[in-house]
């Protein structure tokens, strides 16, 4: 344990196989890609794509709930350029696009159910951890 840390640590970030020193260019990759796909709406899509296969648009946003057709739109469309999506236009009328994980979408999410696992796993003890935050803060 490191001196100041108050616990033991689990997991220790200098673990993460690879080569050691990270290189700079895949470290801000890696950073960009973490800060695009682990946001709310991005999980809630995957979680619907893979619950309920291909959608359309609407149907994506009737599962995820919630949602404006603007933050669909641009979620939907950085999910398909970050390959997690497969956009399919049908030339009908009118216009119909549905929408489905790619392999590397359905990846994702398989590791993402670890995180939802921990929240539900630990939900009780966050939520008293903020409850005596805000109390000892008087936001109650």
């Known amino acids: 344990m490191k001196q100041g840390d108050s616990a033991p640590r689990i997991y220790d970030w200098d673990d993460r196989k690879g080569a050691q020193p990270i290189?700079?260019?895949?470290d801000g990759l890696v950073r960009d890609i973490i800060g695009k796909v682990a946001d709310k709406w991005t999980m809630l899509i995957l979680e619907a794509l893979n619950d309920h296969g291909t959608l359309r648009f609407s149907e994506v946003g009737r599962k995820?709930?919630?949602i404006s057709q603007k933050m669909l739109t641009k979620t939907l469309?950085?999910?398909?350029?970050?390959g997690l999506v497969q956009r399919?236009?049908?030339p009908v009328i009118p216009p119909r696009v549905d929408y489905s994980l790619t392999e590397m979408g359905g990846s994702l999410g398989a590791?993402?159910?670890g995180v939802w696992l921990w929240a539900e796993a630990h939900h009780a003890s966050i939520e008293a951890s903020r409850k005596?935050?805000?109390?000892r803060?008087?936001?109650i």
């Open 23 to 26: 290189d700079p260019a895949l």
């Open 64 to 66: 995820v709930g919630n």
């Open 77 to 82: 469309r950085q999910m398909e350029e970050d």
């Open 88 to 90: 399919v236009v049908h």
């Open 111 to 113: 590791a993402f159910c």
């Open 132 to 135: 005596a935050f805000a109390e």
């Open 137 to 139: 803060n008087g936001d």
